[in-house]
């Protein structure tokens, strides 16, 4: 449900539990929220930010938790934060007594419009990203827009990339909606009716294929070259993007976003070659990258790596094989595309040459 | 599926799957089987056995094998043990990839007539048992009563005692061909018939309740008094029950089948105190105990124990109630009847100065 005020609509969906029994998982880099959710009252576990520790072991945390206060079948897990807490919260739910009921509230635009909805929930395991996990339904997602007031530029924009190849997956009304959108100033107030219309979007996909046997594979267009370079990132030599700003670290963290926006550069690149796709949106995504983004970094090194990554990707149904979606146009997804190794690197040539 | 030869059974079932997509888990306890798996031609994982092991710990086992094969989701994992076997590869199979198709093949009267069938996986965490789970069917299992002529008595005693209670929950029909039964030889040919029959009764039960909303709580008749004396055995002062032959050590497994046995006992002494059932089931798997099973071993410092691991029982709707499964009379369950600690007591002292 979307809403502008979060204790209203939680009002009527905590009614119906024991209030000792109602429990909270959040992130560390929730803190602009605190007084949102010392506002609900219940006891709150903080998990640590970062894929790094999107792992069995924060799982282990939330499964301690919930025993700790004695939570029985019958209560609550509210998942308050980014998708790493909903994907991590989700999956504890859905393994404690063999399941348990919870709720997500997303405070970044990118868990609105990808994490919190859909049911999928998992962990980072061997390094693959999201190697583990279920598909359980939270009983309600609660998207509150006025939560995304205090995120960074680079956060709303990590969510944005996921907003795109929604709105790649659905039409050209809904993607020139967004590049309409004023990414200099990033105004909130205009993002709720974007981020309902690619809900809503989201919805009619998982609905019609909730555990991902065939059409809901769409929704991974940009992934699996995204998710590759995100495993990169998990390792000790990180791949990052260029921001703004002087970089902090040399293992900054590539946002899942980020990711997402260079994997669609290079799938698109992929629908061109291949399916004969027009290269406005292509060229249009390739802007975008260079004016808000920055560039991917990669070292040669990687490539081999990168590849070999691809081909142990969850939605692949044969071993050492690239399966990919792409798009014939905007609107129209080709979903259990197998790529060779010399198109796929033709379309990083093409990323990384940018 | 039942069947006297297993290759002829398994033939169909994975001629739809690559052979390189397929692996074995079983349990270093199932030695009798080895050349029966070992003509299957997959690479084998082999669990430690015990209840201690069926751990967080053998779940990465299981993830971690999976993976050094490539196995994808369009693999197959096939459990070929008792129990702990399949509840932890089923486990490992709903969980790895958000979900790989598995086949149980049950070694263990036990897992044949309980575990293998229904979708209940899991695991023990924190000391409760199967406390981590998740409800997640096998694409088939495969009953194979051949498999069944190594067992020791003892094995053969604890599915005995989970068909008890099957048929407690079905009719006097099948509780009295149960109790013809001739446990001073247990011939196994005679048993597959039983063993059709018990398994059709539960199909019938978790067909109308897959998620154990409601009725499906009539399969844990015997289970809150029987789980809390084996997490009782968790502990390093471990329950147990005496076997005809001398013990061999003092902290020697409680089988799953005797707690059961043991907690029908109690759970029956309640429905007659409770709900007015007729004394002779009572009498007569007290008779049953005495001759076969041994008497429960239990010191009066566990008491407070055994009652507060009942309270924390996964089937309780709230915090520190005790919540049984009784009967009014045979083939008549009463599922979520809160029990007080005096009546659970009175329950025990009936139980322990038998």
Known sequence: ???????????????????QQIVVVTGQDVNACRPEIAALGYPVLTMQGGEENKSIVAVQHIWDFLLEHNITRRGL??????????????????TYKRGLNYINIPTTL?????????????FNYAGLKNCIGSFYVPVETVICPPLLDTLSAEQLLSGYAEMLKTALLDGSELFNALLQYDLDTMPVADLAPLIERCLAVKE?????????????????????????LEELGLQPSAISHQPSENRQSSNRQLL??????????????????????????????????????????CKCSDREHLIALMEQDKKNERTAEINCTLIHSIGQPAINQVISRSEMNE????LFSL
Chains 1, 2 share one sequence.
């Open 1 to 19: 449900m979307l809403t502008n005020d979060l204790h209203i609509a939680l009002r009527p969906l905590l009614a119906s539990y024991d209030p």
């Open 110 to 122: 990118l868990a609105m419009v990808d994490a919190s909805t859909g049911g999928k929930t998992g």
């Open 204 to 228: 009619r996909i998982v609905q019609s294929d909730p555990h991902e046997q065939g059409l809901r594979k769409a929704l991974n267009l940009g992934h699996t070259v995204g998710h590759a």
């Open 77 to 94: 897990l509210i998942c308050f934060g980014g998708g790493i807490v909903t994907d991590l919260g989700g999956f504890a739910a859905s």
């Open 256 to 297: 899942h976003g980020y990711a997402v926006l260079y994997g669609l550069i290079a799938e698109l690149y992929l629908s061109v070659v291949r399916l004969g796709m027009s290269r406005e949106p292509l060229q249009q995504l390739t802007q975008l990258m260079l004016h808000y983004y920055g560039r991917p970094q």
């Open 347 to 350: 379309a990083l040539d093409y």
